[in-house]
């Protein structure tokens, strides 16, 4: 059986990496994106890739607020 998923370090690594693809964006934005996601995520039976889903899906989001801007 695999350990519990991290999702501190999830929220810390996904912030991190979108924080550079988004740079007009603040960290709180991008954090409080990738909780949602990750929140959404954690509702999910699957909870393998959680990082890369959650990373996934922010990216969208965040792609798609600033296309509606």
Known sequence: MAAAPDYDQII???TERLRGKFPDHSE???RSVVEEELTRLRAGTVQDYLSVLTVRAAQ????AAKASD
Do not use: D, L, S, Y
């Open 12 to 14: 810390r690594e996904a």
């Open 60 to 63: 969208k989001r965040i792609k």
């Open 28 to 30: 709180a934005q991008v």
